[in-house]
């Protein structure tokens, strides 16, 4: 079955730079999740959408930005990274009406 | 604030025995709770679920236990392999298409 898929699995940036994480949930789910999960610690949720409108937001920076696009696709764009964006950034996607939610593998952004 | 608590940062446990991974919440406002399962360097496995109007959903070697009164869930395996061995979190919502709150997780180690 097809799962999440995200880009790209690992990006080095400089601090200051700027990164795009991609996100194309299992085919018919409307709804995409970002969490972020630093060196030891739980997932912390970010920001979702729903029939590509913002649906929930959560502990996201201001210099991070995302959206949906019309093909369900997410982009997640960060902004004058810091060290402290170091983490492992999921992708989790829900069906109508459904509470599960599926993740893709992550994306490992190293800031240095 | 943590609103999802797993205590216990580690278990381990011999093969053929009974894992018991526990879980709080403070929020009871949540009705819908997620057990995953995530191994090293990838995505967390969706792995069982409960909602609020049960008590008690069965999967195989997982079983799934809420006490809503005392905020308290417990994920049982039995019998416990050693292809069971991973971080185990468990994750609570308050309705669909809403952000997922997680545990801190447990490491759960099955000894041959």
């Known amino acids: 079955a097809a799962g999440v898929i995200q880009s790209p699995r690992h990006l080095i940036k400089e601090k200051r730079e700027t990164a795009t994480l991609k996100c194309y949930p299992i085919?018919?789910?409307?709804?995409v999740y970002w969490y972020q999960q630093g060196p030891g610690q739980d997932p912390q949720f970010l920001i979702s959408?729903?029939?590509?409108?913002?649906?929930d937001k959560g502990s996201i920076p201001d210099r991070f930005s995302a959206q949906q696009f019309s093909d369900y696709h997410s982009e997640l764009n960060m902004s004058s990274l810091e060290l402290g964006d170091s983490a492992l950034y999921f992708c989790?996607?829900?069906?109508?009406?459904?509470?599960?939610?599926?993740f893709g593998p992550g994306t490992r952004l190293t800031v240095t | 604030d943590q609103q999802v608590k797993q205590n216990s940062p580690s278990l381990s446990v011999q093969e053929g025995r009974i894992s018991i991974l526990n879980c709080d919440y403070t929020?009871?406002?949540?009705?819908?709770f997620l057990w995953y399962k995530k191994y090293p360097a990838e995505g967390p496995t969706f792995l069982i679920s409960?909602?609020?109007?049960?008590d008690k959903n069965e999967d195989g070697r997982f079983t799934v236990f809420l006490n809503k009164s005392a905020k308290h869930l417990s994920l049982h395996i039995v019998p416990s392999q050693p292809g069971d061995s991973a971080v185990y979190f468990c994750?609570?919502?308050?309705?669909?298409?809403?952000?997922?709150?997680f545990g801190t997780g447990t490491s759960l180690t099955v000894i041959p």
């Open positions: 085919p018919r789910h409307d709804t």
């Open positions: 409960i909602s609020s109007i049960k």
């Open positions: 994750a609570a919502s308050g309705g669909t298409g809403n952000q997922f709150y």
């Open positions: 929020n009871s406002m949540f009705d819908y």
């Open positions: 989790a996607s829900s069906g109508r009406g459904a509470y599960e939610q599926y």
């Open positions: 959408f729903y029939e590509k409108m913002q649906s």
